[in-house]
């Protein structure tokens, strides 16, 4: 079974919105810390948001900060990731991400998180 699968990616013009999710299956997802990276072509994986595994606290990378809106429902096992105000440089695959260690505080460090999902890709015209 594969633990995390992604939805929602598609084709936007600059300025428009989309909406992603992650669909997670394990049963540990209410106490694990989940994140949203991406990867343009040529460019190495970036952080792009972080949720703790309450909810409670957020954390963004600065390039898409007001913007994007990370969001979780423990009871549908699933993680969202909400863009607004879409830019060409947004334009690249999605991938969530689910910490290695249960109750994680939120980190951009890749390492931290064990389980990815295959992606989504997300592509943004000018």
């Known amino acids: 079974q594969v633990p995390l699968v992604e939805s929602g990616g598609g084709l936007v013009q600059a300025g428009g919105s989309l909406r992603l999710s992650c669909a997670a299956s394990?049963?540990?997802?209410?106490?694990?810390?989940m994140a949203w990276f991406r990867q343009a072509p040529g460019k190495e994986r970036e952080f792009v948001a972080g949720i703790h595994w309450d909810g409670g606290s957020t954390l963004y990378a600065d390039s898409v900060k007001d913007r994007f809106t990370i969001s979780r429902d423990n009871a549908r096992n699933t993680m969202y990731l909400q863009m607004n105000s879409l830019k060409p440089e947004d334009t690249a695959v999605y991938y969530c991400?689910?910490?290695?260690?249960?109750?994680?505080?939120?980190?951009?460090?890749?390492?931290?998180?064990?389980?990815w999902g295959q992606g989504t890709q997300v592509t943004v015209s000018s």
């Open positions: 991400a689910q910490a290695k260690s249960p109750l994680a505080a939120i980190t951009s460090t890749q390492r931290a998180y064990g389980a």
């Open positions: 394990g049963r540990t997802f209410s106490i694990d810390t």
